[in-house]
């Protein structure tokens, strides 16, 4: 079946502008994550969604940053007055709650740099 | 607090033999641990995981992992290893302080394995 898709694959913007970068679950998959992988780095966690629970924005960088989730489907991530140091990979993962230890499963990402 | 450590940057070895990436963990309640490749300029593949039982688990591509509690540690292995192997490895421990199932990761570590 198919897997997490996210869109754009890559992302090219000048300092200071809104970027919009979105997600598509896995159909069925009630949780979904963002992370942010820098240059050479892990991966962060960025924010958690699950059903209509309030999300887990914990891991936010700062008010620039926000997400949406549209009951269980599409994920948007909205990058305000975008900086350089947030050039990064942006990943997108869905998983089916439920299970005692549920997987993970990562879209491609988004490469994102801002000039 | 919570943390996945991989001591190694990068890993050499020769195409058929065996290989090891390094990993330890620190976790607060049950350690859940994951192993997670990746190529270039794709997402992160699911290899395998540690929920409870035995201490050997086996996982995608002919890779396992090792998990010792004395030890703290998860160290993913290959009996004898592919040039295609040649990848991006993340350890990653679910943080058992929240209820979302957010993954912790380590810096990863590069495996190059030569003909």
């Known amino acids: 079946g198919a897997g997490v898709s996210q869109s754009p694959s890559n992302k090219v913007t000048e300092k200071g502008k809104d970027v919009e970068l979105r997600c598509d679950p896995i159909?069925?998959?009630?949780?979904l994550y963002w992370y942010r992988q820098r240059l050479g780095q892990g991966l962060e966690f960025l924010i958690y969604?699950?059903?209509?629970?309030?999300?887990?924005k914990s891991g936010l960088p700062s008010d620039r940053f926000s997400a949406e989730r549209t009951g269980e489907s599409v994920s948007t991530l909205t990058i305000q007055r975008t900086q350089q140091e947030d050039s990064a990979v942006y990943l997108c993962?869905?998983?089916?709650?439920?299970?005692?230890?549920?997987?993970?499963?990562f879209g491609p990402g988004t490469r994102l740099l801002v000039l | 607090a919570q943390s996945v450590a991989q001591p190694e940057d990068q890993v050499n070895v020769a195409e058929g033999n065996p290989l090891t990436v390094k990993c330890t963990y620190s976790?607060?309640?049950?350690?859940?641990l994951f192993w997670y490749v990746q190529y270039p300029n794709r997402g992160l593949q699911f290899l395998l995981k540690?929920?409870?039982?035995?201490?050997l688990v086996k996982g995608s591509y002919g890779f396992e992992a090792e998990f010792n509690k004395s030890q703290t540690s998860f160290h993913l292995k290959k009996p004898s290893a592919l040039v295609s192997d040649s990848a991006l490895y993340f350890c990653a421990v679910r943080d058992g302080a929240s209820n979302t199932g957010k993954l912790i990761f380590g810096q990863g570590t590069t495996l190059q394995v030569k003909p």
């Open positions: 993962a869905s998983s089916l709650r439920g299970q005692r230890v549920e997987t993970q499963y």
């Open positions: 540690y929920i409870t039982g035995d201490n």
């Open positions: 969604f699950q059903g209509n629970s309030a999300p887990d």
């Open positions: 159909s069925g998959h009630t949780a």
């Open positions: 976790v607060s309640g049950n350690p859940y």
